[in-house]
């Protein structure tokens, strides 16, 4: 077995978002994905309650919301870190001009409920809806609806407060991959390439046909992305 890995999964989302590579994955590595932090109402929070369920040292690979925390435990525990993956994410801060969207999601998810917002949400978020399993989705769906609204509010609150981590990953000292889908209109491909303008030394890669969601969109293609990665980086330790 290989070294630990950690999935942070993305916004109003659970361990249930990763299981199309979740049990492949598991045959290679002990795999960590955290529980409870979609309670908090911070970033700085909400790593805390991960780092407290993580092994000493562990690969890091956080998707969308998820690199926001990842960010954050890179902030304060690098020596932690192996490699840190990096999926349909940012480093920049929350722009002025997406908090009104988040405030109108919200009430909506508010007045028609979670399985309404969650299912418009996917609609959003993959870049061709009526191809996703209709049971991964279903899943997905109801543990939105498990999570409840009060996870989506403070969520929502860590996600507008996050500070800028643009300075954070410039200065990485672990080994890192971002990746993103070509056609992802939640996270723009431009911010994975501003991210690795920053740090040239990561590898980078867009997948094909695939929006805000790799791990549901092109599970097969990631698993061989990350099983790879983990283990280039674990080769030199091993020479």
């Not at 795999?31 to 890091?60: C, D, K, W």
Request: proline letters at 9%; hydrophobic letters at 40%.
């Amino acid at each position: 077995m290989g070294n630990s890995v950690v999935l942070i999964p993305g916004l109003q989302a659970d361990g249930t978002s990763w299981l199309s590579l979740l049990h492949r994955l598991a045959r290679q590595y002990p795999v960590t994905v955290p529980r409870g932090h979609q309670y908090e109402n911070s970033v700085a929070g909400m790593s805390q309650r991960i780092v407290s369920q993580l092994p000493p040292r562990f690969h890091l690979v956080g998707w969308s919301m998820g690199g926001y925390i990842a960010f954050e435990i890179l902030r304060r525990w690098p020596e932690r870190l192996l490699s840190l993956t990096l999926i349909a994410t940012t480093a920049a801060p929350e722009p002025d001009d997406a908090r009104p969207r988040r405030l109108e999601a919200l009430e909506r998810a508010r007045a028609d409920g979670m399985r309404s917002y969650q299912t418009a949400n996917m609609e959003k978020c993959l870049f061709y809806p009526k191809g996703a399993d209709p049971g991964v989705i279903e899943t997905l769906i109801q543990s939105s609806e498990a999570l409840g609204f009060s996870a989506l509010e403070h969520q929502t609150q860590a996600i507008m407060a996050r500070p800028d981590s643009r300075p954070d990953l410039a200065r990485c000292p672990c080994p890192v991959m971002i990746a993103v889908g070509r056609n992802d209109e939640i996270i723009p491909p431009e911010h994975s390439r501003e991210m690795h303008r920053l740090l040239p030394s990561a590898r980078y890669l867009e997948f094909e046909n695939c929006g805000h969601c790799p791990p549901l969109e092109c599970p097969d293609e990631l698993f061989h992305v990350l099983s790879d990665w983990f283990q280039s980086v674990e080769e030199p330790a091993v020479a």
